[in-house]
């Protein structure tokens, strides 16, 4: 009889624990079913759908993909969006690493001030920034006043805006905190008993840190270039307002397709085409990493 109470007790708690955990994760079930999934498939449906002037198209036809793929504009502004990003990541992650191995490792009862200056930018508008770098960057702005104050340049020069460096710049100063924090994380699962084991062994600190805290460390790299790379090959907004024409991003004619061109349908076809190639980058990212990781 005991036996079989204790069974049924554990029965119980087990249905209550499942009880638990699908009340806990229905609100993030239903947030992505609704309002993810709901999208995606909304855009996958317009995508194979013909403009006929109204919002969701009449008919289906794969018109749209031929347009994209067969038309070499569309693919010089997607190598071009894919080269923009990433060097916005190469430099974010170059800039976060350092951050966030200081953080980790040296910066003490200063940790939670540096994180709190990490993650300000984000208590003033997306937008904001942007037009704060259009300021320095601009023909009479911070940057050339500088430089003809040092005497370095005789009159203002028109290379920093409206230049692909200037989208480079901008968006790396935006999302490098997306990049600190998924490398701190990263470092601060690494044991200390190991880096003072190396040190043990002779290993002098950048031997230490070659061959033991950035293997270690590379899930955070790889996340963090992730985090950067995805939702910077669809911005429009920094290459329309810091970026000239040699800046025109994928996102700028996804955005002029479902405003000015009123072609949604189009624009959608876009969207999946962009989505493919950002997923195949990944799925290749995450091989490398499963290789890396059986190195180690």
């Known amino acids: ?85 990433g060097l916005v990541t190469l430099a974010t992650v170059v800039t976060a690493y350092p951050v966030a191995y200081f953080l980790a490792f040296h910066a003490g009862r200063w940790r939670a001030t540096i994180l709190f200056l990490v993650t300000l930018p984000f208590w003033t508008s997306y937008l904001l920034r942007v037009f704060a770098w259009k300021v320095v960057l601009a023909y009479n702005g911070v940057l050339n006043s500088a430089l003809l104050s040092l005497g370095a340049i005789s009159e203002p020069l028109m290379i920093f805006l409206n230049t692909p460096a200037a989208v480079v710049v901008t968006l790396a100063h935006a999302y490098a905190p997306f990049a600190i924090l998924p490398i701190l994380v990263s470092l601060q699962t690494i044991p200390p008993s190991l880096l003072e084991a190396a040190s043990d062994l002779g290993a002098r600190p950048l031997l230490a840190f070659r061959r033991v805290v950035l293997p270690m460390s590379m899930p955070g790299v790889l996340a963090a270039a992730l985090v950067v790379f995805v939702p910077t090959i669809g911005d429009y907004v920094t290459p329309s307002m810091v970026g000239g024409p040699a800046s025109t991003m994928i996102g700028s004619l996804i955005q002029a397709q479902f405003g000015k061109a009123n072609d949604w349908p189009f624009g959608a076809a876009l969207s999946i085409t962009v989505m493919l190639v950002i997923l195949l980058l990944v799925a290749l990212v995450r091989l490398a990493d499963r290789k890396f990781g059986s190195r180690t």
């Open 1 to 85: 009889m005991s036996q079989m109470a204790t069974a049924a007790t554990e029965a119980e708690h087990s249905s209550s624990q499942l009880g638990f955990r699908a009340s806990m994760s229905a609100p993030g079930l239903l947030v992505t079913c609704v309002l993810i999934l709901f999208a995606l498939a909304l855009v996958l449906f317009l995508a194979f759908r013909a403009n006929d002037g109204s919002l969701m198209g009449s008919g289906f036809t794969v018109a749209n993909f031929i347009t994209v793929l067969g038309d070499d504009l569309y693919a010089t502004v997607i190598l071009r969006s894919l080269a923009i990003s």
